[in-house]
């Protein structure tokens, strides 16, 4: 099955520093990769999302990559801000096949004022 | 629109009970998905119902079934409580399979 690793588990930055977290996965298959902020107590919200078919997206302050020769993806935020603290898990599935996602373990974002 | 929600947000039970988790998803979306979320595991797939058939199931024993209605709302049922089913129970709704999905807040279960 699909095996995702997700680095750092934490990151500390100061506000307005860039921020990058990390994931990596196994099944050359997945093609969707999805981004959830869950900020501590609240439900997960998707942040980005990615398809295989494109390399890169972005949003505001935030865009994610993609490497399918690497099966690697990232997420980047750039001017981070206080409210930008909370845990960010990565994802990957296969849309056209089985579609179970796999989850990373989450990283633990605190930004200091 | 409304947003996904669950029903009960909190309940304590006992080893050996039963308890039954309701997901009442986005209007129009027919996908509900299920996670249990652990400090320990992580986020873990439970299972997807889209049209009242259990599409997809993770890797979870039997005791762990669900069940979804004609109006796209499901629910999840775990029998003979374990501590170790004490988790942060999640649903998620996607208008089709393989969409993106919405969760909703969750249901804190605590097994004592």
């Known amino acids: 099955g699909e095996n995702v690793e997700q680095h750092p588990s934490t990151l500390s930055v100061q506000e307005g520093d860039s921020a990058v977290i990390k994931c990596t996965y196994s099944?050359?298959?997945?093609?969707?990769f999805p981004w959830y902020k869950q900020e501590l107590g609240k439900r997960p919200q998707l942040i980005i999302d990615?398809?295989?078919?494109?390399g890169e997206k972005k949003d505001q302050r935030i865009a994610v990559t993609l490497n399918k020769t690497a099966k690697h993806f990232s997420l980047h935020i750039t001017e981070t801000q206080p409210e930008d603290s909370a845990v960010y898990f990565c994802?990957?599935?296969?849309?056209?096949?089985?579609?179970?996602?796999?989850f990373g373990r989450g990283t633990s974002l605190i930004v200091h004022p | 629109k409304a947003g996904v929600t669950q029903t009960p947000r909190y309940l304590i039970k006992t080893r050996g009970q039963q308890v039954t988790l309701s997901c009442s998803p986005i209007?129009?979306?027919?996908?509900v998905s299920w996670y249990q979320q652990t400090p320990g595991q992580g986020l873990q797939f439970l299972f997807e119902?889209?049209?009242?058939?259990?599409?997809n199931k993770g890797n979870f024993p039997g005791r762990f079934s669900g069940r979804q209605f004609s109006n796209s709302r499901s629910e999840m049922n775990v029998s003979t409580l374990e501590l170790g089913d004490s988790a942060l129970y999640l649903c998620?709704?996607?208008?089709?399979?393989?969409?993106?999905?919405?969760f909703g807040p969750g249901t804190r279960l605590t097994v004592l």
């Open positions: 099944d050359s298959a997945s093609n969707y």
């Open positions: 119902y889209f049209s009242e058939t259990q599409r």
């Open positions: 990615i398809r295989s078919n494109v």
């Open positions: 998620a709704s996607s208008i089709y399979l393989a969409d993106t999905q919405y």
């Open positions: 209007s129009g979306h027919r996908s």
């Open positions: 994802a990957a599935s296969d849309s056209g096949g089985s579609y179970i996602p796999t």
